[in-house]
C-alpha cells in the first residue's frame, strides 16, 4: 500500500497530493498508464538515484533528493522515452511538467514529507 502525504519547502506546501513509492512493484509501476498530473500531484520514489519515463505519455519535472530530502538536481519537462540519474540521490520527486519552476525549487533547498 502506498502513503499519501504533501511535500513542502518549510511552512509552504508546494505538491498537496503526493504518493509515496516504496515498494518495488509501486516503483516499478511509477507514472506508467497515467495520463497526466494534476499541478498538486506528485510521485516521491524512495530508495531511488535513476528513473526513466520509457512508455509515458506526458513530460514530467525530475527532483532527484538525498536521504534527508535535500535537492541535488533538478530537470524540467522531461519528455517520455529519456533516462536520468543523480549520483547520491536516494529518493526522486516526479511531479507535472512545470512545477521546479512555478515553486522555484533549486539544489541545495531542503524539502519535507509530511504523510497525510
Known amino acids: 500500500m ?3 502525504g504533501v511535500v513542502c519547502r518549510g511552512d509552504q506546501v508546494l505538491w498537496s497530493e503526493v504518493r509515496m513509492a516504496a515498494s518495488f512493484l509501486d516503483r516499478l509501476q511509477g507514472l506508467l498508464g ?15 538515484g535513476s528513473v526513466h519515463t520509457v ?9 532527484f533528493l538525498d536521504a534527508d530530502l535535500k535537492v541535488l538536481a533538478c530537470h524540467s519537462r522531461v519528455r517520455p522515452w529519456q ?34
Open 83 to 116: 533516462f536520468k540519474s543523480c549520483r547520491g540521490a536516494r529518493m526522486t520527486l516526479e511531479v507535472a511538467s512545470g512545477g521546479i519552476e512555478r515553486h522555484g525549487v533549486l539544489s541545495g533547498q531542503c524539502l519535507m514529507w509530511r504523510a497525510a
Open 2 to 4: 502506498t502513503q499519501q
Open 55 to 63: 512508455g509515458m505519455r506526458f513530460p514530467i519535472d525530475i527532483i
Open 34 to 48: 497515467k495520463a497526466g498530473l494534476s499541478d498538486q500531484q506528485g510521485l516521491l520514489l524512495t530508495a531511488c
